[in-house]
């Protein structure tokens, strides 16, 4: 086992010396996380990082850990917090920008903690791609990429995972205001629609000097989306006028 001293010199080395905004972006599997990432990267120029990636990647690489995170994998369990903010949290160091996607992390409550204690980063919102299970596994089964997990068995036992331990997480940013709710069981272009809306306005800052033209840029996003979902980030009076003309 390591020791205390080696493992506070280990987690200093994975300290984070910059100031980055990290998005998390959440979803069962085949919620098509990976397909509006891409999409997300091309348009905001955000780096991005599947937490999936980076294990199968440790697991093609050889490393010591590399039999353990494929058996979990082929399990469909989750891999220990550690071993995966590790990965994260070098794939970060490694990159020069400022900017990322975590896709398909945090997991569970554990993940959330293990990143949060060692990076002491706050995801800046959390994109949420809601999707019904019969949509996923359809979209799984067909994906063909090779993955030994795609099959009918590990796919079950990954839902369960996702409804148990990562949907609390969902209600828990729902809770914080921190949530942006995407109905993802549409096609990909009509998702980016209301994911490209939720990007564009984090990127730029309304101008509470300009009335007219803050109210244009947000009621140019507004038309894409869906009124149960995504306005909550809208100020209060903008989101109260839009609701009387708009519905
Ligand atoms: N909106 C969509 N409609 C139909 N198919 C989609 C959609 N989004 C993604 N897909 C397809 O579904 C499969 C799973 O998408 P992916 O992005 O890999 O999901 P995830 O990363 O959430 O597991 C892929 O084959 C992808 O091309
Ligand atoms: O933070 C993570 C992310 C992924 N996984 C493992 O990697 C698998 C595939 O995850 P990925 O995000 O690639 O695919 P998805 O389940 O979203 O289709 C999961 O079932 C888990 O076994 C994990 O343990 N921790």
């Given amino acids: 086992m390591m020791g205390s001293s080696n493992k506070e010199a280990v987690d200093a080395s ?16 085949g919620s098509g996380k990976g397909t509006q990432c891409s999409k997300i990267v091309q348009e905001f120029g955000y780096t991005h990082l599947s ?28 891999v220990a917090s550690d071993v995966i903010v590790r990965l994260i949290v070098k794939a970060i160091q490694e990159t020069d920008n400022d900017k990322f996607l975590l896709d398909g992390f945090p997991r569970n409550e554990d993940n959330l903690k293990a990143f949060e204690n060692l990076t002491k980063i706050e995801p800046d919102f959390v994109l949420y791609l809601d999707c019904p299970e019969e949509e996923m596994i359809k979209r799984v089964l067909s994906r063909n990429q090779g993955r ?5 068995e590990t796919i079950r036992k990954r839902f369960r995972v996702f409804e148990e331990s990562t949907l609390p997480l969902v209600d828990y940013y ?47 996003s507004f038309a894409h989306y869906e009124v149960s979902t995504s306005i909550d980030f809208l100020p209060f009076q903008l989101t109260s006028f839009l609701k009387r003309v708009h519905v």
């Fill in 14 to 29: 994975l300290q984070i010396h910059k100031q980055i905004k990290v998005v998390f972006v959440m979803g069962g599997p």
């Fill in 174 to 220: 729902a809770s914080k205001g921190k949530l942006r709710r995407v109905d993802a069981a549409r096609s990909v272009e009509e998702v980016f629609e209301s994911v490209r809306a939720i990007f564009s306005s984090t990127e730029v800052r309304p101008r509470p000097d300009r009335h007219c033209n803050c109210f244009c840029k947000y009621s140019s």
């Fill in 148 to 152: 030994e997990d795609d099959n009918i």
């Fill in 51 to 78: 937490a999936g990636d980076l294990l199968r990647d440790e697991v093609k690489s050889g490393s010591e850990n590399g039999a353990m995170i494929h058996d979990l994998m082929n399990e469909g369990k989750l």
